[in-house]
């Protein structure tokens, strides 16, 4: 079984900086192969695309409204990856969620649905 686990989440305040991480673990489970996402959910509003990133670390791709702004990365070896979010503000207030799945095109990618594993969440709350 598979489970992930975010960690990092917290309050800041607008223009700080928080950086999440997702850590992968169960039996014979390795990140290798798998395509490595970050989503979030605001009160309200659908689950949104964040980022992600290939298997061998070369693509990535953002949202629109964090392209800039957030940097995600992986360590396979570490079964970990993360996001580096920076200069931060109220309309990033979320719970974030890591994901894993089958990497693909960007409109794939994209896709709640395109994911197999997902972690629990973490809540980041930017104050204004």
């Known amino acids: 079984q598979v489970q992930l686990a975010e960690s990092g989440g917290g309050l800041v305040q607008a223009g700080g900086s928080l950086r999440l991480s997702c850590a992968a673990s169960?039996?014979?489970?390795?990140?290798?192969?798998?395509?490595l996402g970050w989503f979030r959910q605001a009160p309200g509003k659908e689950r949104e695309f964040v980022a992600a990133?290939?298997?061998?670390?070369?693509?990535?791709y953002y949202g629109d409204s964090v392209k800039g702004r957030f940097t995600i990365s992986r360590d396979n070896a570490k079964n970990t990856w993360y996001l580096e979010m920076n200069n931060l503000t109220p309309e990033d207030t979320a719970i974030y969620y890591c994901?894993?799945?089958?990497?693909?095109?960007?409109?794939?990618?994209?896709?709640?649905?395109?994911?197999?594993?997902w972690g629990q969440g973490t809540q980041v709350t930017v104050s204004s």
């Open positions: 990133i290939s298997p061998n670390s070369l693509i990535t």
């Open positions: 994901a894993a799945g089958q990497w693909g095109l960007r409109d794939y990618i994209i896709r709640v649905t395109t994911y197999n594993y």
């Open positions: 169960g039996r014979a489970f390795t990140l290798t192969h798998y395509g």
